[in-house]
């Protein structure tokens, strides 16, 4: 049984009390649920609002809830101007981290190879990296959706154990889906996600393929995390819009709890 993921992607978005608060109430909301009970909750702040979330998780009922960084390098240090490394993002209690999202491949240039990059220095840290995938418009009117998907997951995972893969998150987010109120279609979003577990399947192998958890990511509510879960191979969400409140994150996160009670 792969336990579901259910991320909160807060972009840019957030000062430090406003971070401060909503783990406050989330800690709340959280407080009467056991831990075996919920997915895996992650929460991904910004850079400056880590090591406050960070030491706050520590503390209080929120070590129900991971900590997940949007972004790292792939060195360790050096010279390298405003760049964090893994082991600093480790540090301050960080086990999980997104990479190669459709935004920093759009607008920060990030490419298949980075993406692989960062990958290989998250699992040699002991991280868990999220790594999403997924097409335009464009692609899919032009019928390219999963040649592009698989194109991508096969560049991410190069060289890659079966191990390392199996720990792996991935997070299929249509691009047109992304913040815009359109969901994919439930149906379609596990046919892609199948598609997904089959190229890892090619690549590493049965076993990693049947372990790796598949998100769905692209204006996830609380009104559509049912649908999303009743599907056969969607192991949770990637969430952006709706991460921001506490009210509206800690509703999936516990819909996703009911659907893994049946
Ligand atoms: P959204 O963002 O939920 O606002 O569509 C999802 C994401 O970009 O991860």
């Known amino acids: ?122 699992l040699a840290g002991g991280l868990i990296p999220i790594i999403c995938c997924g097409e335009s418009l464009e692609q899919r009117e032009a019928g390219e959706t999963d040649a592009h998907i698989a194109s991508q997951i096969k560049a991410a995972i190069e060289g890659l154990s079966a191990a390392d893969v199996a720990k792996s998150a991935i997070a299929y987010e249509p691009i047109w889906a992304i913040g815009t109120g359109k969901t994919c279609d439930s149906v379609e979003a596990n046919r892609v996600i199948a598609m997904i577990r089959n190229v890892v399947k090619e690549a590493v192998g049965a076993e990693a393929a049947d372990a790796v958890r598949i998100l769905y990511g692209g204006s996830v509510k609380p009104e559509t995390i049912e649908e999303q879960m009743a599907q056969s191979d969607i192991d949770g969400a990637l969430i952006g819009g709706a991460s921001l409140k506490a009210d509206s994150f800690f509703s999936i996160i516990e819909k996703t709890a009911a659907h893994m009670a049946k």
């Not at 030491?55 to 009922?61: L, Q, V």
């Open 1 to 122: 049984m792969r336990k579901p993921i259910i991320a909160g992607n807060w972009k840019l978005n957030k000062l430090t009390a406003d971070s401060k608060a909503f783990i406050e109430e989330l800690g709340t909301g959280l407080k009467n649920i056991d831990k075996d009970a919920l997915p895996e909750v992650v929460v991904a702040p910004t850079f400056t609002s880590l090591a406050l979330v960070g030491s706050m998780m520590a503390e209080c009922d929120c070590q129900k809830v991971s900590l997940s960084a949007q972004n790292c390098y792939w060195e360790q240090s050096g010279a390298y101007t405003g760049e964090v490394s893994v082991e600093m993002l480790e540090d301050i209690g960080c086990s999980f981290i997104i990479i190669g999202h459709s935004e920093r491949r759009q607008y920060f240039c990030e490419t298949d190879e980075m993406i692989n990059k960062k990958a290989k220095a998250i």
